[in-house]
């Protein structure tokens, strides 16, 4: 089994930071994939950043030049730089992590419980 455990969220007021992480440990052969999700009250859950195996970052509109994603493939950790926080950003952030737990086995999708991040005005 796989277990993600995030941290790092908490209240904030806008325009102030946050760094919120996401370690994986259990049966890991190779991460391929990771992501960073929020969900709002009212709302669906929706990407907010995504980082490849090879490196390679996403990002949606509205955190773009705010927020970075990065790893550390090493610790099977993967971290959000969160900057120039807003109101809007408010929502449980939830850490998703494309497994592969054996060299030859099929990749499996793995979430976190959620952290909360609020941003008062």
């Known amino acids: 089994q796989v277990r993600l455990v995030e941290s790092g969220g908490g209240l904030v007021q806008g325009g102030g930071s946050l760094r919120l992480s996401c370690a994986a440990s259990?049966?890991?052969?190779?991460?391929?994939?990771w992501g960073w999700y929020r969900q709002a009250p009212g709302k669906q859950r929706e990407l907010v950043a995504g980082?490849?195996?090879?490196?390679?970052?996403n990002y949606a509109d509205s955190v773009e030049g705010r927020f970075t994603i990065s790893r550390d493939a090493a610790k099977n950790t993967v971290y959000l730089q969160m900057n120039s926080l807003k109101p809007e950003d408010t929502a449980v952030y939830y850490c998703?992590?494309?497994?592969?737990?054996?060299?030859?086995?099929?990749?499996?999708?793995?979430w976190g419980q959620g952290t909360q991040v609020t941003v008062s005005s």
């Open positions: 980082i490849n195996g090879g490196g390679r970052t």
């Open positions: 259990g049966s890991i052969f190779s991460i391929n994939a």
């Open positions: 998703n992590a494309e497994v592969r737990r054996v060299s030859w086995g099929r990749v499996y999708d793995y």
